[in-house]
């Protein structure tokens, strides 16, 4: 313990230094100088880094996500899950202001597989795919303590309440639409959502447009009653995040030994993600038949749903395509050629300064509309094939006998850990040998000190 | 509160945060540009206090619409070049020679004996009846020769492709080059955004080098060591704005600075240490974001600003 202590010290040295001399360089030019009370405005995303801090941040990723596995797996340590996320709200939130972030990525991967033109830089990379390869063998543990996001709505949790779970099912859905709305808007070269309505890097930057401010106070106000919002009905990233976790060999287990059933940790959990035991009286033969009647019904309609999200997909590209620059552009000038000789529209002024024809945009715009009829197809496929896998879930009866972690839902806090009694009784047990080892009896360690 | 309560609640603030997203995701697509945070109103520094300005226009000559590239006031007489031309006129606007180049010149320096014209890469040297004496070797592919000034056996070029100032002496050999550049932290080296990159020699014989990117005018030695800098970076009047200013300079005799900028186009006179003196021609005077006059003046003090814009050569005298 004290080594590990020891080598915790050293690398949190080791990252402080590095810091240093890497945060050390100077802008090439000052910046102009305006003496006439001319504000500069903040600029929407923050400066580009420099290599070396590019990789002192994945550094830090890395070290961070393998500090909150330690606390989770090996130490089971809610403290250590507490202050290691904040400081990732420190660092990757208030210092990074939110970017590069693991959330966002998705799209700078997404662009890159469908626009060869577009390189992803190998941070950006690294940031998206590292939590994703630590949740398929520890499960979200980038969710307890390594995201800045869950981590400034993990600390106002204040009185959670726990949604009927018709409400959370169909709250549960918005994250896969969003997921392949962020797909289907970066793979087209349109726009980048997830970062557009991050309603938390206004906060972080201490800068924000209007609207984004209520949004993130919407959702602040929310998670102290519904834990977690943003996470739970939104994030994308959590989509691809739940889907590895289900596959986690090592996952975060509520209790060291054996559960005793004091449900101390279902009522612990601001999340609704521990599953309780399934009663084996109800688990009947005639319950198991009709379940597996229904269960048929369902998967055999799941191509229809597949192909009716996919219809319905490909008709709402029009809508969806007006979200591209060209496209909406394009449409503009088509509806309102007097706008060509308003000086006032910028749009407008600033492609006629560009140099292209009327005619390349409007090829441009078909293109893009292309493909979104195409991702419009996939799009909606991919909401049926959801929908419908949900419907199908709702008659898997799973034989469980404990209460455990859903390993899909489970943001690894540890929450539940400090709860346990059973974990509380070993703690002491260990704490006892410890004296006892040391020479005192169990229990009697403060009398002899006496 | 009771649990059900707080459950409608909670959807409530759902819906209302999913409607917040749709409409403005309706209201504001990507790539709509709206009102522009970033601009400057400059407006208020088109006008200059009166009191400021101490010359007057007093004529002008045009240019028949010529497109001009450059000038030198030499003995009462305005060299010009522009589109594959030299011509020479007096100051009363009459015509005394007029020859076609074999390119476009970019710069011109007039001399008692000859006329030093650059081209992009080159220089070509000329009697004053236009007939061509030398043409020296090109410099190199990227250079962007923008001005020229002579100082007895030295030619000074400044070459804004490649940021330097080039020295050749009289037989047209490469003397020395220097790009401003030393240990010290004034010696940044010269930031050349555009080609707008002048140097003048002074009748101190001191050589004078525009570091446009740092609002500077710096003074060295021929072997391009830095003997001396000012610089002003202000949207107000007594200093330079913009990504390269002052574009063009002259010298008085007495050594002061008659300086050019382009965008807010305006036209000063510096003393020699950067102390602004008076305004020779406030912005209102020119176009608005235009391009900015080279400049020159004569033994008298009178200014003499070549208009790229209006294409006529503007002279003003004290008033």
């Known amino acids: ?103 966002g990525a998705i799209q700078n991967v997404a662009l890159s597989i469908f626009d060869p033109g577009y390189k992803i830089s190998v941070t950006v990379l690294i940031f998206f795919l590292l939590p994703l390869v630590f949740a398929l063998f520890f499960g979200r543990v980038f969710c307890a303590a390594a995201c800045p996001l869950g981590a400034i709505q993990d600390l106002l949790v204040i009185k959670p309440v726990s949604l009927p779970v018709w409400v959370r099912k169909t709250l549960g859905i918005f994250p896969y639409i969003y997921l392949a709305m962020a797909i289907l808007f970066a793979a087209t070269g349109s726009d980048f959502i997830i970062c557009r309505y991050d309603p938390f890097v206004g906060i972080f930057r201490m800068d924000a447009p209007f609207i984004m401010v209520i949004l993130g106070i919407c959702f602040l106000v929310l998670g102290m009653f519904f834990a977690r919002p943003y996470c739970r009905v939104f994030c994308p990233y959590g989509v691809l995040l739940s889907w590895m976790s289900r596959f986690s060999k090592y996952h975060l287990t509520i209790t060291p030994s054996e559960c005793i059933q004091c449900k101390l940790c279902s009522a612990s959990c601001p999340f609704d993600a521990i599953e309780a035991p399934v009663v084996e009286k109800y ?65 407008i002024q600033s492609f006629l300064e560009s140099g292209d024809s009327f005619e390349q945009l409007v090829e441009k715009a078909s293109l893009v509309r292309q493909k979104f009829k195409t991702g419009g197809w996939y799009f909606g496929g991919f909401i049926g094939l959801v929908i419908g896998v949900m419907l199908m879930n709702q008659f898997i009866l799973r034989k469980q006998k404990d209460y455990v972690p859903n390993r899909a839902d489970c943001f690894s806090c540890g929450r539940c850990m400090d709860y346990c009694p059973v974990e509380k009784q070993d703690r002491n047990t260990d704490n006892q040998d410890d004296e006892f080892v040391n020479g005192n009896p169990p229990g009697t360690a403060f009398k002899n000190s006496m | 509160m009771n649990k059900k309560n707080l459950t409608v609640i909670v959807v409530l603030v759902i819906a209302v945060i999913l409607l917040i997203i749709v409409m403005d995701f309706s ?71 007029f020859r076609e180049l ?12 000859k006329l030093y014209i650059g081209f992009e890469r ?47 002496d009289s037989s047209g050999v490469v003397k020395h080059e220097f790009e401003g550049k030393s240990t010290s932290e004034a010696g940044h080296g010269f930031i050349v955004p555009s080609p707008n990159f002048d140097l003048v020699v002074n009748n101190y014989g001191e050589l004078w080098v525009v570091n446009p990117g740092k609002h500077a005018i710096e003074n ?8 001396g800098f000012w610089q002003g970076s202000s949207m107000s009047v007594e200093g330079f704005t913009g990504c390269c200013n002052p574009a063009e300079i002259a010298v008085m005799e007495d050594g002061s600075f008659v300086t050019s900028e382009k965008g807010l186009v305006r036209i000063k006179i510096y ?49």
Not at chain 2, 102 to 113: G, L, N, Q, S, V
């Open chain 1, 1 to 103: 313990m004290m080594k590990f202590k020891g080598f915790l010290k050293i690398l949190f040295l080791l990252v402080l230094i590095l810091a240093g001399i890497l945060s050390a360089g100077q802008q090439r030019f000052p910046k102009p100088e305006f003496e006439t009370g001319y504000e500069q405005p903040t600029p929407t995303t923050p400066e580009p880094r420099s290599f070396g801090m590019e990789i002192a941040d994945t550094i830090i990723l890395a070290a961070v996500l393998s500090l909150v596995t330690y606390f989770i797996i090996r130490k089971r340590s809610r403290r250590g899950v507490l202050w290691t996320s904040i400081f990732t709200l420190v660092y990757f939130g208030f210092y990074r202001n939110g970017c590069i972030c693991s959330i």
């Open chain 1, 283 to 347: 688990r009947t033969d005639q319950v198991l038949n009709r379940n597996r009647n229904r269960f048929i019904i369902f998967a055999l309609a799941l191509p229809l749903w597949i192909v009716a999200g996919g219809y319905i997909g490909s008709r709402a590209h029009i809508f969806l395509s007006k979200a591209n620059p060209d496209v909406y552009l394009a449409e503009l000038m088509i509806h309102h050629p007097e706008l060509k000789n308003d000086p006032d529209n910028i749009d």
């Open chain 2, 27 to 97: 209201k504001n697509r990507p790539g709509k540009l709206g009102e522009n945070p970033y601009a400057y109103d400059v407006d208020e520094f088109v006008t200059v206090d009166p009191s400021w300005i101490h010359y007057k226009e007093t004529r002008n000559i045009p240019l028949k619409n010529r497109q001009c590239t450059g000038f030198d006031i030499f003995e009462n007489e305005i060299y010009i070049v522009g589109e594959q031309f030299l011509q020479v006129i007096t100051t009363d606007g009459r015509q005394k020679l």
């Open chain 2, 102 to 113: 074999e390119a476009i010149p970019t710069c011109i320096k007039a001399e008692h004996d």
């Open chain 2, 122 to 168: 080159f220089l070509q040297l000329f009697d004053h009846e236009g007939n061509k004496l030398a043409s020296w070797e090109e410099l190199g592919e990227k250079t962007v020769i923008t001005s020229v000034a002579v100082k007895g056996e030295y030619i000074y070029v400044a070459d804004a492709g490649n940021r330097r100032v080039v020295i050749y």
């Open chain 2, 220 to 227: 060295y030695t021929d072997d391009g060591e830095m003997r």
């Open chain 2, 271 to 319: 003393d020699p240490s950067g102390r602004l003196k008076s305004v020779v021609a406030p912005p209102d005077k020119f176009k608005e974001e235009g391009r900015a006059p080279e400049v020159d003046t004569d033994e008298t003090g009178i200014i003499y600003a070549l208009d790229f814009d209006k294409m006529m050569i503007r002279i003003f005298e004290p008033k």
